[in-house]
């Protein structure tokens, strides 16, 4: 399991000061992108050498609680299955 903290800016916030929902995916992506990097694989590189990316074919969330303007975040993020040309993370 790979974890990044991630800091919540008010950006990410709605008037209220908590966490606008689509923000939630892009700290995903974030975990996502920082996990496969830790892991040797670069998105820019592997794009400008291969032509090949990663694209996202299906988000499922559940929100269980709210985060609020300045809270620090922990997203895990794992890979549960690669397959012959996708894989689960």
Known sequence: ??????????EDTD?????????YIRFAE?????????NGIDHAQMFKETGAGFAVASIKVDYRQPARLDELLTVRSWISRIGGASMDM
């Open 1 to 10: 399991v790979h974890e990044l903290p991630v800091r919540v800016y008010y």
């Open 30 to 38: 974030r975990g996502r992108t920082e996990m496969l990097r830790d």
């Open 15 to 23: 008037a209220g000061g908590i966490v606008y929902h689509a923000s």
